[in-house]
């Protein structure tokens, strides 16, 4: 979700502000600083030390994020986070107790987001909270996707010979001339030797048989129908007393179509 926030945000483009620049320069630019040209020219009477305010893009608020995804990179090896480290190759990274976490000029505003999702980030490499105003984060998720998306890699993690994929077959299930409607996209499919699995993933509590839904065994039905699979799965979450931990296995047979289906209770801990 931070990486997809980002993506949004490097396409509105990213903020510039003016900075001010403090150096030794040939030329005298800026504003004269008596004290530090004292310090450092006394026998260089060619440089002036002196500051100036210049519009980069190489501001705190982009320091912020950029130090972000640099502290990201040591947890993950998503492609993304290094490939956005690149687009900030000329963006310093800088302590994370200098990093800033507000937009004061309302035409970034879009930076909000990103920049609540950076502190929620850097307060847990910090090992002292931020000063001011504390907000309690709480990030909701969809269910259904989250758990499709744990079986599917424990799938594939305790079946590493078999391939096993999510999604990629998809099919119409009304069709009107050009027009398509009422997708039909299977959340999992196993591909074994001597046959094809469609796997279908509900986060369901099924304590007794009245909770499997008629709507779901139709979904099933229909995939089964439509991509010509002779086997399909059902699974629910396992919870205690889910229907005693049993893997339940019937035959669907209608409109002279034979069709396997096994009720699975995937475990969560």
Partial sequence: MFLE?????LNKG????????AENRTTLKGKLLFNENLKHNLIHKERFFTENDEYIVDNAINQTIKTTLFHLKKLSQNKKILKYLKTFDDISLIDIKKCEFSVKNKHYSYYENIL?????????????????????YALLFDMNRLFEDYVAFMLKKHNPNIKISTQLLKKHLIKDG???????RPDILIELKDKTIIADTKYKIINDLSDISQADLYQLFAYAIAFKVSEVWLIYPLFDGSLGYKTLEYNLDCFNTKIKLQILFAPLG
């Avoid at 990213?14 to 620049?21: G, T, V």
């Avoid at 490499?125 to 000063?131: D, E, G, K, L, R």
Wanted: aromatic letters at 18%; a negative charge.
């Fill in 178 to 184: 050009q027009n398509e409607r009422c997708l039909m």
């Fill in 116 to 136: 609540l999702w950076c502190k929620l980030f850097l307060n847990g490499f910090s090992f002292t909270p931020f000063a001011g105003d504390n907000n309690a």
């Fill in 5 to 9: 926030e980002l993506f949004v945000l």
């Fill in 14 to 21: 990213l903020m510039s502000d003016y900075i001010k620049i």
